[in-house]
């Protein structure tokens, strides 16, 4: 077992104290393409989480197999206890998703939009919950337009509300600030802060920011050709790299360049 563990107790006997996303030996193979290639890590709770990468280094397919809309070639998924897809109808409700490359229907308003999504996840009190969210978000200028009027930060903010409608427990993220000016992109990760620490949520969050990546998270998962080139926090990779960015280190792993080993 690693530091981060790799084991998958199938049954576990407290859910509660499961962690919040258990990856064993997961791959995932397209007609030729080994997207994913047998990762496994173990997620805990409350933690923000990067998965880093290269195009097509499996980020998004790993992302997709967690939330069950991808069936796994071969290896194990739980989530909050649950094994996925198998017990999906257990969890789909306490976790949610975010991309900006998802498009809402885009003659439905804004409010139109989160109302649909929130009957969806069965939302107590979803007039309510929609105010919060929109106030929160800074939602309420543009509310009742049509969502395919909205600038991308807009769109952004939207996208994040649907995500938080349901207050899940899990947060799957796929580049949240893609394509936004510095002070959105900013202000969307102070929220995604302010949320995490509310709600003692669990948020694991494809990014190509590395910014972001050392601003947000606690540890990241470097992924390169669908597998798992390294795993630590922030700052133990850019020590183990010996460089002063995650940048530097992002540019190292996608150009083969060895590790300079310093610990
Ligand atoms: N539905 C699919 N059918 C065939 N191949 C796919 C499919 N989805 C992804 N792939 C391939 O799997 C590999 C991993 O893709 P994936 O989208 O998971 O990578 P990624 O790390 O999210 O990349 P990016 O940063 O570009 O979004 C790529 O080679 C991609 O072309």
Redesign the pocket.
């Known amino acids: 077992m690693t530091s981060h563990g790799t084991t998958l107790d199938p049954a576990p006997i407290d859910r509660r104290e499961a962690a919040a996303i258990e990856v064993v030996h997961l791959s995932k193979v397209?007609?030729t393409?080994r997207?994913v290639d047998d990762i496994s890590f173990s997620i805990a709770r409350g933690s923000i989480t990067g998965l880093l990468?290269?195009?097509?280094?499996?980020?998004?397919?790993?992302i997709a197999m967690i939330m069950g809309l991808v069936l796994p070639t071969s290896g194990r998924i739980a989530v909050l206890g649950h094994p996925m897809p198998g017990e999906s109808a257990h969890v789909l409700g306490r976790m949610n998703f975010e991309s900006p490359y998802v498009d809402m229907p885009a003659r439905l308003t804004v409010r139109q939009n989160l109302t649909i999504f929130g009957r969806l996840y069965s939302v107590m009190h979803l007039k309510a919950r929609i105010e919060k969210l929109a106030s929160e978000l800074d939602l309420v200028d543009f509310i009742d337009r049509p969502s395919g009027k909205l600038s991308a930060g807009q769109k952004t903010r939207v996208a994040l509300a649907k995500a938080l409608i349901n207050q899940p427990e899990l947060l799957l993220l796929d580049e949240p600030t893609a394509s936004l000016d510095p002070d959105t992109a900013d202000w969307i990760r102070r929220h995604l802060e302010t949320y995490r620490k509310e709600n003692a949520a669990t948020i694991l969050l494809?990014s190509?920011n590395m910014l972001e990546v050392e601003r947000l998270c606690d540890r990241v998962i470097i992924?390169k050709r669908?597998r798992i080139e390294d795993d630590d926090s922030p700052q133990q990779i850019m020590a183990r790299y010996n460089r002063a960015t995650m940048e530097e280190v992002f540019l190292d792993v996608a150009r083969g360049r060895v590790q300079e080993a310093t610990s």
């Open positions: 397209y007609k393409t997207a990468g290269g195009n097509g280094a499996g980020k998004t397919t790993t494809a190509h992924m669908g």
